[in-house]
Every structure is written in structure tokens, then in C-alpha cells.
């Protein structure tokens, strides 16, 4: 895909800040230090349009970028939460709910570190989108750590736990190598060519 156009349109928290526009959202979710922003840098060749911090979990809002005036990429908080308080928990679980339940997402990317296996908060995620009927394609980061043979041991270690559904797609990423970019662009063209029929 040629991106003409990337425009962040603003954070949100409440639900009257989102987009009324009905464009498709392809929302990214991971746990707060997976590389999520890093991902999304990536896949836009913008090297800041979302914020990489050294402190994993800082993304704090809904993150709305729109995309050649057509599709928005959205940035839901990273879970696991690092370095804030129970109540901060709480408010983040209450806005990430919130979004889920009043957007139309037409495709969930789930971003898993493929050196480890997903954890109870990325089941919790992965259930969540499975139970709302939501695409779902998995993306195992930081593919640049690992050999070919420890990626594929990987990865069935990860299907183990995840128990994926058959038409659920699993794609490895680094954000160092650019490994699948574009093939993740193409998924991701198929899948808008479908929802805007």
C-alpha cells in the first residue's frame, strides 16, 4: 500500500472523543512492552508518529491515525502496566472496555513477543476479541532475535498456549529488519478491499 497520508487525529478517553465518521479502525494491542509503537512506526515509515518510549506501558490514551483519509490505525493502551498504581489499572481496563465495546473494529492485530509464551492479560485480549467475532490476525514481534528453526519452535509453543481458530493468521515482524512488512500490508489491503465492499 502507497500511504499517501498519515494524520493522528487526536487521543481520546472518553467515548464522545472518537471518530463519528465510520471508516474502518484496525485497533493494535499488546502487552506494554512488545514493541506496539515500534510496529506501528514501522508499518506507517514515520519514525515518531507513535511515541517509543524507554518506559514500557507509557501509552495512556486511545490514539486515533488516519490513514490516506480512508482507514485509521488506533493505539489502545499496552497492558501489563508498568509502573502505575491499581486505580490506574482500573481507569485504563474502564477506557480500553469502553472503546471495544462502542467502536466498529473491523480487525484486532494482537502483537505477542515471539521469545515468549502469551501470558494471562494477552489470553484475556485474545478471548475478548474471539468473543466479540473480531478478525483477528496475531503478530509475533521482535522476529530479529530469534533463528529461523527457534521462530517456527516458537511459534507452535505460542499456538500451544493460545489455541488459536483456524482462520485466525499468525505473521512474525521486526521492526529492525522490516521482516513481513509487506506482507502484513497486503493482509492488511485484503481485509479492507472486504469491509469496504
Known amino acids: ?6 494524520t493522528f487525529e487526536g487521543s481520546a478517553v472518553e467515548t464522545w472523543q472518537y471518530p463519528k465518521d465510520n471508516l474502518p479502525q484496525i485497533v493494535f494491542s499488546g502487552r506494554s512492552n512488545v514493541g506496539k509503537s515500534s510496529f506501528i512506526n ?3 515509515n514515520r519514525k515518531n508518529i507513535a511515541r517509543v518510549s524507554q518506559t514500557p506501558g507509557k501509552t495512556r490514551l486511545v490514539n486515533f491515525f488516519l ?3 480512508a482507514f485509521y ?5 499496552g497492558y501489563g502496566y508498568a509502573n502505575v498504581n491499581k486505580q490506574q489499572i482500573l481507569d485504563f481496563q474502564t477506557m480500553i472496555d469502553q472503546y471495544l465495546t462502542s467502536q466498529e473494529i473491523t480487525l484486532a492485530v494482537l502483537l505477542l513477543d515471539i ?3 502469551p501470558n494471562s492479560d494477552d489470553l484475556l485480549m485474545y478471548e475478548y476479541f474471539k468473543t466479540a467475532g473480531v478478525e483477528i ?3 509475533l514481534t521482535k522476529a530479529d532475535k530469534l533463528s529461523n528453526n527457534q521462530k517456527f519452535n516458537q511459534k507452535k509453543a505460542i499456538e500451544k498456549v493460545l489455541k488459536p481458530r483456524p482462520m485466525d493468521t499468525f505473521i512474525t515482524f ?3 529488519t522490516m521482516e513481513h512488512r509487506d506482507e ?3 493482509y492488511f489491503e485484503s481485509h479492507l478491499n472486504q469491509v469496504t465492499k
Open 1 to 6: 500500500m502507497i500511504i499517501r497520508s498519515v
Open 42 to 44: 514501522a508499518m506507517l
Open 67 to 69: 490513514i490516506n483519509e
Open 73 to 77: 490505525f488506533v493505539d489502545i493502551p
Open 115 to 117: 521469545r515468549r509464551t
Open 137 to 139: 490476525l496475531i503478530v
Open 174 to 176: 521486526s521492526a529492525e
Open 184 to 186: 502484513i500490508w497486503d
